[in-house]
Nanobody, 118 residues
C-alpha cells in the first residue's frame, strides 16, 4: 500500500508562490499516475493537475493553467506542485493522490491547507 504525505502548504499573500510536495512511502511511484485535487469550504473536490507515469504528460484545470506546474521525481518518489500568482480563490485543502495505471487503485494524502490572503 502507498502512503502519501503532503507538505508545503501555508499562508501567502495574493500574487505569491508556494510549492507543495507529496512524498510516497510503502511502494515506489512505479506505474502510478500522480496528481493534485483541492477542496475549498462548501465546494466539491476539484482535480487541478495530474501527471502520467509513462511519459509525464500533464493535465491542468482551466482555473490553474498557466500558474501551476506539476512535476515528478521518480527517483525520490515525490511529486510537486509549483503554484505561482496565487489568488484568494486558490484557498483550499490540497490533496495529493496516486492511481495505479492498470488496477486504477487510488491512494490519497491527508491534505495540506493553502490560504491566500487578499
Amino acid at each position: 500500500q502507498v502512503q502519501l504525505v503532503e507538505s508545503g502548504g501555508g499562508l501567502v499573500q495574493a500574487g505569491g508562490s508556494l510549492k507543495l510536495s507529496c512524498a510516497a512511502s510503502g511502494r515506489t511511484f512505479s506505474n502510478y499516475h500522480m496528481g493534485w485535487f483541492r477542496q475549498a469550504p462548501g465546494k466539491a473536490r476539484e482535480l487541478i493537475a495530474s501527471i502520467t507515469w509513462s511519459d509525464s504528460t500533464t493535465y491542468y484545470a482551466d482555473s490553474v493553467k498557466g500558474r501551476f506546474t506539476i512535476s515528478r521525481d521518480n527517483a525520490n518518489d515525490t511529486v510537486y506542485l509549483q503554484m505561482n500568482s496565487l489568488k484568494p480563490d486558490d484557498t483550499a485543502v490540497y490533496y495529493c493522490y496516486s492511481e495505479h495505471t492498470l488496477t486504477r487503485s487510488r491512494y490519497w494524502g491527508q491534505g495540506t491547507q493553502v490560504t491566500v490572503s487578499s
